[in-house]
């Protein structure tokens, strides 16, 4: 069964960090696209960081730049995203996403997200 289950989110003081985990399971991670995106309440989601873990290439919003961190620990199937320097803009659902395509095959996965609150 193919699942993506999110972890690690919490409430966090403004400049405090987080480490959120996302798991998979019936796919291997390093044969996909990962993507972190959050959405936050009465706004549309969006794409926060991605990482293509073949070679190692992220990419960054502007908004989290310098401040996130994506990263995958191919031997636990699993991505991350280090969070530094919070802000109360960061407060969102963060979901992971896993794309690929495979033999014209279109595979695309959401975890169901984790709840981040940066508040003091």
């Known amino acids: 069964q193919v699942q993506l289950v999110e972890s690690g989110g919490g409430l966090v003081q403004p400049g405090g960090s987080l480490k959120l985990s996302c798991t998979a399971s019936?796919?291997?991670?390093?044969?996909?696209?990962m993507y972190w995106y959050r959405q936050a309440p009465g706004k549309e989601r969006e794409l926060v960081a991605h990482?293509?873990?073949?070679?190692?290439?992220?990419s960054y919003a502007d908004a989290v730049k310098g401040r996130f961190t994506i990263s995958t620990d191919n031997a636990k199937n699993t991505v991350y995203l280090q969070m530094n320097m919070l802000k109360p803009e960061d407060t969102a659902v963060y979901y992971c996403r896993a794309i690929a395509t495979m033999r014209s095959t279109a595979y695309r996965y959401w975890g169901r997200g984790t709840q981040v609150t940066v508040s003091s």
């Open positions: 990482i293509t873990s073949s070679s190692g290439t992220t």
């Open positions: 019936g796919f291997t991670v390093s044969n996909y696209f």
